[in-house]
């Protein structure tokens, strides 16, 4: 599903304009955007939770050469979905 077909949902579901569908799904995202960078967990009842994990640098391979490399510290994005949509997902819910 693309942003654009969640604009269209809410547009259909919603009765908002396209334009100010478009508006909201932008506003949630930036807000959601925001919170991960200050480092803040992003809780969503009954969906799930974002985080962002900060990996360490660690030794790695070139899968090419073989020649090994450092690979750098990172921040990285984590999802994990709540029970609710887990059960869903697999028909129980």
Known sequence: MTKSEIVEAIHDHVGFTKKRSSEVVSLVLDIIKEALER???VKISG?????IRNKDPRKGRNPQTGEEITISERRVLT???SQVLKERLNGNG
């Open 79 to 81: 999802f994990k979905p």
């Open 39 to 41: 480092g803040e967990k």
């Open 47 to 51: 969906f799930g939770n974002f985080e």
